[in-house]
């Protein structure tokens, strides 16, 4: 049995062609006939935020306690308007590499930067100008040349040009106005300077302005701050009698490596509870006739596994405030909202809407 036990009403049943209990009350966590008032300590009690893994640019973390509609809200916040800052401008003054302007622009668009986007101010619109406070500007110089004495018979770029690949670290900052102090701990670049832009040869080059803003997702891909945000629900496994000996081996590979413990001398099958976290659900146990009552699977739906994986300027610890931040301000407009309209009809509670 699992060390780990949950309501009934909490799970979604995995069957062998069909899911289950799919279909959340009309408001989450309420049941007809019982009192299931707010309560903020209620609400604090069960809600769960763990961190299982952290690593340079991706976390897995756990969110437990919440509707599927408040974490597929953070999840696509964090993919879509968590506000990051790249290039978004691109000045051509030459460019004679095989890449046309127009191809080349948009790669480099697509380069994440390191800048913190708290330092930089949002543009108001397309006619807003470029200052030290909205605006970055980076320079990409570079020209391809012979090497003066490459190795006879060589054939690589790399011995014969100087510059024959175009890469990001090329891409120059030129700090203008207060931009020096402002970023002084860290000097706006490309995060991996390794990513190649275009190829040279000699005679080619490459000479652009760049200016980089502020932006969010929604908006450009470019702007995305993760390169990917999911999550999927707990698996939950209920042996409901007990495997025989002879068959544990075999119902231990119907899930994922480590989910099922069977003891060495006894025989005896159980469910790990810390890697049950890791199975599939595939269903593969439900195909063996012999298995058919003896396991119940099923998905625990407020418990959220989530993996996201930075790529821009923050750290993945980071996301999900800022994603809740994001959040925190869309809840502050609505309520801003919500109280002109009551403020237009008087106080009394009965909004009137205006015709179409």
């Known amino acids: ?61 756990d969110l437990v306690g919440v509707d599927a509609s408040i974490a597929n809200a953070f999840r696509r916040i964090m993919l879509a308007e968590v506000p990051t800052v790249a290039i978004e401008h691109v000045y051509v003054w030459d460019n004679t590499s095989v890449v046309v302007d127009e191809v080349l622009a948009h790669r480099i668009g697509l380069v994440p930067l390191n800048v913190d986007p708290s330092l930089v101010l949002s543009r108001d619109g397309a006619d807003d100008q470029p200052t030290d406070r909205n605006t970055i500007v980076f320079k990409l110089d570079v020209t391809c040349e012979r090497k003066p004495n490459p190795p006879k018979g060589s054939t690589s770029p790399d011995e014969l040009y100087l510059n024959h690949e175009v890469l990001s670290s090329h891409l120059t900052w030129e700090p203008a106005g207060e931009q020096t102090d402002v970023f002084a701990g860290r000097p706006p670049a490309p995060i991996n300077p390794n990513i190649v832009l275009t190829k040279l040869r000699p005679g080619q080059a490459v000479n652009m302005e760049l200016h980089a803003v502020k932006g969010v997702g929604k908006d450009h891909a470019k702007f995305n701050p993760v390169a990917t945000a999911s999550y999927r629900l707990l698996p939950h496994i209920k042996i409901k009698k007990p495997i025989p000996p002879q068959h544990a081996e075999k119902f231990q590979k119907c899930f994922s490596p480590g989910v099922i413990n069977v003891d060495p001398r006894t025989k005896a099958v159980s469910v790990d509870p810390h890697n049950v976290r890791k199975d599939t659900v595939s269903r593969e146990v439900l195909r063996h006739p012999e298995f058919a009552d003896s396991v119940e699977l099923s998905r625990v739906r407020d418990f959220f596994l989530f993996n996201v994986e930075s790529e ?27 109280e002109g309209l009551l403020e237009q009809a008087g106080g009394d509670g009965d909004v009137s809407m205006a015709d179409a």
């Open 1 to 61: 049995m699992p060390a780990q036990t949950f309501d009934d009403r909490r799970l979604v049943g995995v069957h062998a062609e069909r899911v289950s209990a799919v279909s959340s009350t009309d408001y989450p966590g309420v049941y007809p006939g019982e009192d299931h008032s707010w309560d903020l300590e209620i609400f604090k009690k069960n809600l769960t935020v763990k961190v299982q893994r952290l690593s340079q640019h991706s976390i897995d973390f």
């Open 312 to 338: 821009g300027p923050y750290e993945p610890e980071r996301l999900l405030p800022e994603a809740i931040k994001v959040m925190r301000e869309k809840l502050a407009t609505i309520k801003h909202a919500a």
